[in-house]
């Protein structure tokens, strides 16, 4: 290990002392070579067309772990002397507690709940005038001490007081952590809920709406949750490890679209799929966290449960290569033979991925799962999204989301898209409601949007306030995690720069 990448990070002075320790963490993992991985994986690696998404060469814990929590409320936790809460006070602090001791690749914790059927037993102490000062007191300690806009909890699909006042706070308190879904049924969930969320989402980035109909079908084994920015995974298990397909580059690789559907592509995803198997099975045999683990021995989780993710970026850019687009306006979002194209393209990647028998998975059917990741911040114009219209050439409304509900099937495991709206929307609350019911009465899996004129921003799926991250390019420090990603994302991938969609014109 050179001392002057250490010397880089501890002489950072746009960094935290926490923000320090983590880098050095990471700096340590990623010298590892006890992973012997496959040569052609390595070159992959440096070509740029496959990711691992900085996961390190020891992998010493999952990647997303969604405890159970329903267990705490049950009967505590023995591990951290946690009794079963007798009140909605003694519940804040518990999982305060909690959140600190659940791992993740980013070291905080992508998954704090649902806190509608957390906080459900205590319903009957909404009306209590200390109850809006309590929860207050809750978020601002996640926001203050959890620092990383990955950090995730979920609410609906029911309504409780205790969540409209928590969508209360969220608007009032403009704050990026934690990010936050509402699990959206249209049958379930009552209106006046939906058009809350509608509200805070529109001045706050937040709550997204997660297609909890379509979601709850996929998960017959367990139930489901959303975490990090928009995963999909099993509640009491979570994602093991999440590499990427980077497709443009992959299909620079290939003479023609049958090149590529035929030879290029299956064998790059053969490849993720092979380093799947070996992260996983170091992570279950090697690695301490499923032989010790507080959450493993109390049930908080269990291995079953976990996953694998193939992650897939950059679809726009692959087919536009692969027909010879230069021009992103007549490309990927607004040409036909393109969107097949696409269509075909993950149709492969899901048929390779399904006949793949995965490791210590049994109740994902044995199967890992496609996920549309988001890009990192130092993806650049070539990497969109998932499968997702690139930035600055997204098609009129309708198109737009017609489009992303016929790809959003592919990905069980996580999908969603960003929709920039102009103030005018939050003057017809009903009427986004009615757009989301039509674009998941299609099959749209997740949909999130935010007014342009906001502090607090979804990125690319984690939210960021743009004043922190002019903070950042001012040399100054900020305390989210996820600033510097959104700083990166905003100069190199124009993440800032989506479409504004105005009620009238589109």
Known sequence: MEKTEVMKIISDETLTYAQQVLALARLAESYDDTLKRNPLWIKALKEGKVCDLNEGLAPYRPRYILPDYSILLEKGCSFLEIEKPKNLTELCFD?????????????????????????????DEADNPSTKEVLRLFLKSIDKTLCDSFVHANVGPNRSKLTDIILDLTKEMQLAVPNITLLYDEDVTPRDLAIHAVDVMLATSKPSFANHKKYSSEHSNCPYAIASCYNALNVGGGGYTLPRLRLYKISTEAKDADDFMNNVLPRYVDLILENIDQRIKFIVEESSFFKSSFLVKEG????????????????????NNLLGIENKAFGFGHNEKAEKLAYEILSKIEKI?????????????????????????????DDAPGCRVPVGFEPP???????????????????????????????????????????FRKGLRYFTAYSEDNDVVRVTGYLVKKSEIDKLTNGEQSINNCTVFGKGAKEKGRALDRKVYGKNSD
């Open 397 to 439: 409304l309708f198109e737009h989301l017609t489009l992303e509900s016929t790809l959003h099937g592919f990905f069980p495991c996580g999908v969603g898209d960003i929709f920039k709206f102009d103030q005018t929307w939050s003057k017809s609350k009903d009427a986004v409601l009615d757009v989301i019911n039509g674009a």
């Open 300 to 319: 908080f989780v269990e291995r079953e449960k976990f996953t694998g993710m193939v992650g897939v970026v950059g679809v726009a850019e692959c087919v």
């Open 95 to 123: 999982l305060l507690i909690f959140y600190r001791h659940v791992p993740s690749i980013t070291s905080y914790p992508v998954y704090l709940g649902n806190f509608t059927e957390l906080f459900m037993p205590f319903e």
């Open 353 to 381: 991925v399904n006949e793949h028998k995965g490791l210590y998975c049994s109740k994902c059917d044995d199967k890992y799962q496609m996920h549309a990741q988001v890009g990192i911040d130092t993806d650049g114009l």
